[in-house]
């Protein structure tokens, strides 16, 4: 398991390599005479390109709560069967962007590594009960493939989505952010969402509501948030 971070960044609360504001993990498979963070990239997938199987704790770029889910590229070697061992609510299947053929999930795939991103409710803050949600899911994982002896429950019957499905909804103003639902509430179409306030004045700029029934899978869980971004979004129903 490689949870792909920074640790020196911990000290400066930052994601990224703090002298050159780089992703270690946009950096794979990694250069053994490139920059520092190609390099460490490069150590760490010497090291772990030839497994199995290979288990990614993993943030995302934006600041939220996730419903718990399992991840996995899109590339066409991808083990759903696999992935639904974990017991996890959902398997999304991501469609790779130009920048995510540079992550360690991608490559490790492309390396013939059955490789999973764990994602459970934030990563922002400490949550043991879904840690422990996403604890059970790996041993859980790890028992139904014979690495260890460990008997746990069996988990949800997962859901297989697509993330391209996934439907944002979006603040078309700045202000503060009051969520009214949680990540995996089952919503209704037309049902409130979030409320975006004037941090000068008061007033409500925006009540954000939702075009379709379904299930929250993502939601903003900072104070404020920016004009024209992506602050949740929903797996539809018909999933």
């Given at each position: 398991?490689?949870?792909?971070?920074?640790?020196?960044?911990i000290n400066v609360k930052k994601r990224f390599w703090t002298i050159d504001n780089t992703d270690i993990n946009r950096m794979f498979p990694g250069y053994d005479k490139g920059e520092t963070t190609q390099r460490i990239a490069?150590?760490?997938?010497?090291?772990?390109?030839?497994?199995?199987?290979?288990?990614?704790l993993a943030s995302f770029y934006m600041p939220g709560d996730f419903v718990s889910q399992v991840r996995i590229m899109?590339?066409?070697?991808?083990?759903?069967?696999?992935?639904?061992?974990?017991?996890?609510?959902?398997?999304?299947?991501?469609?790779?962007?130009?920048?995510d053929t540079a992550t360690l999930n991608y490559n490790w795939q492309i390396w013939e590594t059955n490789a999973f991103s764990v994602y459970t409710s934030s990563t922002g803050a400490i949550n043991k009960s879904e840690a422990n949600k996403g604890m059970r899911a790996i041993l859980?994982?790890?028992?139904?493939?014979?690495?260890?002896?460990?008997?746990?429950?069996?988990g949800y019957i997962s859901r297989v989505v697509e993330s391209t499905d996934f439907k944002a909804v979006r603040s078309h103003?700045?202000?503060?952010?009051?969520?009214?639902?949680?990540?995996?509430?089952?919503?209704?179409?037309?049902?409130?969402?979030?409320?975006?306030?004037?941090?000068?004045?008061?007033?409500?700029?925006?009540?954000?509501?939702?075009?379709?029934?379904?299930?929250?899978?993502?939601i903003h869980n900072e104070t404020l948030c920016y004009q024209k971004t992506a602050v949740i979004k929903i797996i539809p129903v018909f999933y």
């Open positions: 398991m490689v949870p792909c971070a920074n640790p020196y960044s490069d150590g760490i997938f010497r090291n772990v390109k030839d497994y199995k199987m290979g288990i990614q899109k590339t066409g070697l991808e083990n759903v069967e696999m992935a639904k061992q974990f017991g996890l609510p959902f398997v999304v299947l991501h469609h790779p962007r130009p920048f859980n994982f790890m028992s139904k493939n014979g690495v260890i002896d460990y008997r746990g429950d069996e103003t700045a202000g503060f952010f009051e969520a009214l639902v949680n990540a995996g509430d089952r919503v209704e179409k037309g049902q409130k969402l979030a409320v975006i306030t004037d941090p000068m004045t008061g007033d409500v700029n925006e009540i954000l509501c939702s075009d379709t029934e379904g299930v929250v899978a993502f």
